[in-house]
């Protein structure tokens, strides 16, 4: 990427930290009276990345499942993967709802101006059955204008399973346009990305102008509780997956897999590690192209475990940090709205905080104080993003080779005796 070859100050994480510094510093300095004025430049933000939402995720869902293709061993192929996606990214989830419910770091974290906060009506479905009812849209163009996410994904995948099975002709054809209208939302997700400094630096600025310093500190403990159960995740859980379910032995897949763990850090992007991923899984690892060529690209859209833990636990801190009671029930939800927003995120830096609004909104927070924290956690989110890109990554070669195990192919890693 040309991030590499250009001098540090034009990298983009080095400018969201400047901007963020510079943002604690004009609020600290300019304090209330300067929100008003640059405040304005991190709602533009938020609202751009709410503009790309629905097209980014129609087209990164469509067309991640639709790639999946025909053939005789599809079904069977199919269901391992989905099955195995979905393991893996439901185990992530509990280790954040777990970390976070035990860590609290949202508790008492003054991040909204704690005198002024209200605490936002809940507006959530009742029983499974309503959930069930609300995933499923009446009218499909009507779920995209008002951005209900859950219905917009369900028809997605629907609509992406559908196009895998139409004749080749058909196929062909609207895979061609989906995989077009997905790299297109990828140049245009980068270039709003690209927009993240300004963002940052008016964000930060009406975070700390409006209610002071302290807010770090809490972003501080949000921070140390996600890179924790993301390193469980990692070091724990993906590690067992390889044991139990692949007689794969950890350390060398580790190894094997080096280049890819290390390209996901730098790049904060599954889609542009995809090449070396593929590599890393087929040469050092062992895979046949059948079976990579099938996990790889559509787990590095769909399959995300540590944004999927991501989410979860950025919902739960949000919740804490305003205050909100979160029944058991509402977790679950959390729960089920953090996998599928997991699926929904393209795999490009910071697409998990986009699609964070998605779990927010089945939680019924939103507004302007759900908006600051967000905006906070953006503040803070590069390193985060970097190292779940890489658990992300990671999680797909563990689905790969345990797949390439289940289906007789002997050469994979080496197997723990
Ligand atoms: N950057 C992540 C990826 O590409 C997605 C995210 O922001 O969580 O895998």
């Known amino acids: 990427m040309s991030d590499q070859t250009q001098p540090w100050y034009w990298r983009l ?8 510094a510079l943002g604690i510093a004009a609020g600290l300095i300019g304090g209330p009276e300067l929100v008003p004025k640059v405040g304005w430049l991190g709602t533009l933000f938020i609202k751009l990345l709410r503009m790309i ?11 991640g499942v639709a790639s999946v293709g025909g053939g005789r061993d599809l079904g069977r192929l199919f269901g391992k993967t989905v099955g195995y996606y979905l393991l893996s990214s439901a185990l992530a989830v509990i280790v954040g709802l777990v970390a976070v419910n035990l860590v609290k770091p949202g508790v008492g974290a003054n991040i909204t101006g704690a005198e002024t906060a209200t605490v936002p009506e809940l507006d959530t479905p009742s029983s499974p059955i309503e959930l069930l009812l609300d995933i499923v849209p009446a009218n499909v163009v009507e779920a995209a204008a008002e951005a209900d996410m859950l219905a917009v994904i369900f028809f997605s995948i629907l609509f992406g399973i559908s196009i895998a099975s ?9 895979l061609g346009f989906f995989d077009a209208g997905f790299q297109v939302m990828m140049k245009l997700t980068g270039g709003v990305i690209r927009f993240a400094p300004i963002g940052v630096f008016g964000l930060i600025t009406r975070l700390v102008g409006s209610s002071g310093f302290d807010s770090f500190r809490a972003l501080g403990l949000y921070a140390l509780t996600l890179v924790f159960s993301l390193s469980v995740h990692l070091f724990v859980t993906l590690p067992l997956l390889l044991i139990l379910l692949g007689r794969i032995r950890p350390s060398i897949h580790f190894r094997n897999m080096i280049e890819a763990l290390v390209m996901a850090f730098s790049t904060s992007s599954s889609g542009a590690t995809l090449p070396v991923t593929l590599e890393n899984v087929e040469k050092n690892v062992g895979v046949s192209n059948r079976i990579s060529s099938f996990v790889l690209p559509m787990g590095a859209t769909v399959n995300m475990d540590g944004t999927a833990l991501y989410e979860c636990a950025g919902a739960l801190f949000i919740a804490q940090a305003l205050g909100v009671d979160l029944s058991l029930w509402q977790q679950l939800i959390v729960v089920v709205t953090a996998l599928l927003a997991s699926v929904g995120a393209a795999a490009v830096p910071s697409a998990g905080l986009v699609v964070i609004f998605i779990v927010l909104e089945a939680i019924g927070l939103r507004g302007p104080q759900v908006e600051l924290i967000v905006g906070a956690m953006l503040a803070i989110d590069r390193p985060l993003d970097m190292y779940r890109t890489a658990v992300n990554i990671f999680s797909d070669s563990c689905g790969a ?17």
């Open 53 to 63: 939402i629905v097209p980014l995720v129609v087209f990164s869902i469509v067309s």
């Open 13 to 20: 994480h080095w400018q969201i930290l400047i901007a963020m």
């Open 166 to 174: 139409v004749g080749e002709g058909h196929r062909n054809r609207l």
């Open 401 to 417: 080779a345990i797949i390439a195990r289940s289906e007789g192919e002997t050469e994979v890693d080496r197997v723990v005796a």
